[in-house]
């Protein structure tokens, strides 16, 4: 068995149960002028790492591994986005706004698309959650049950909240998570660094992480 030099020990990979989850690189997030930006953040920490993202996903493609891509938004008529969400701290823009990139997070919108860059291919699994994690309220535990896959390699922003809580939620359905380190990334560096120590810590509680290269290793090494 192939083993990718991993944290907080080696991951023993099967490549036939491998899928790579890319967890909302939508322009809402990450490009000047969008939501993220408008709620204070520098997004150029986000945009930092959409090459290492690409080069991730265009070697599972490469490979015809699975690709599963991820986006935050909501119906038009907001009947999935509980008012406790669109709410909270009044901000200046609410999810369903209209916004520098049509309304805010939702579904068809400018803004909630994935970038032109990392844009999902024919065939490759898409999944609209309105929540952070990715199998509340989505079909996404059936795709990955459908497709065989049991091992998911993570990447895509942001670290703390909507890759942890997936992978939070994935380690708990029983698939083996793999962070891949430098393709996601946080509007705060602190909470980054602390995401990928508690994910790692305590014998990998919630998972793995590994570098892009560890993880290509590997991949080349099967
Ligand atoms: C946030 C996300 N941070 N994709 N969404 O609200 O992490």
């Known amino acids: 068995m192939t083993k990718i030099a991993a944290e907080p020990f080696a991951f023993e990979l099967e490549p036939s149960a491998l899928a790579l989850v890319i967890i909302d690189m939508q322009r809402d997030f990450i490009e000047p002028g969008g939501f993220g930006e408008s709620l204070g953040n520098d997004v150029s920490r986000l945009r930092a790492i959409v090459p290492t993202v690409l080069r991730l996903l265009l070697s599972f493609r490469a490979r015809g591994l699975p690709v599963i891509h991820t986006m935050e938004c909501h119906r038009p008529d907001l009947s999935d986005c509980p008012p406790a969400k669109r709410d909270r701290g009044a901000p200046r823009l609410r999810i369903g706004d209209p916004g520098p990139m049509g309304r805010v997070l939702i579904s068809g919108e400018p803004g909630a698309a994935i970038l032109p860059e990392l844009a999902p291919l024919p ?35 942001t670290t703390e909240v909507c890759v942890q809580t997936t992978m939070r939620e994935a380690n708990d359905r029983g698939y083996e998570c793999l962070l891949a380190e430098d393709a996601t990334a946080s509007y705060f560096p602190q909470f980054e660094t602390a995401t990928l120590e508690m994910i790692r810590a305590q014998g990998a509680i919630i998972g ?3 570098t892009t290269e560890q993880i290509l290793a590997g991949l080349r090494d099967d």
């Open 208 to 210: 793995w992480t590994a």
């Open 123 to 157: 065939g490759e699994i898409v999944i609209e959650k309105p929540g952070k994690g990715a199998f509340y309220a989505t079909p996404l535990q059936e795709e990955l049950t459908r497709i065989g896959a049991r091992q998911l390699v993570f990447a895509g922003v």
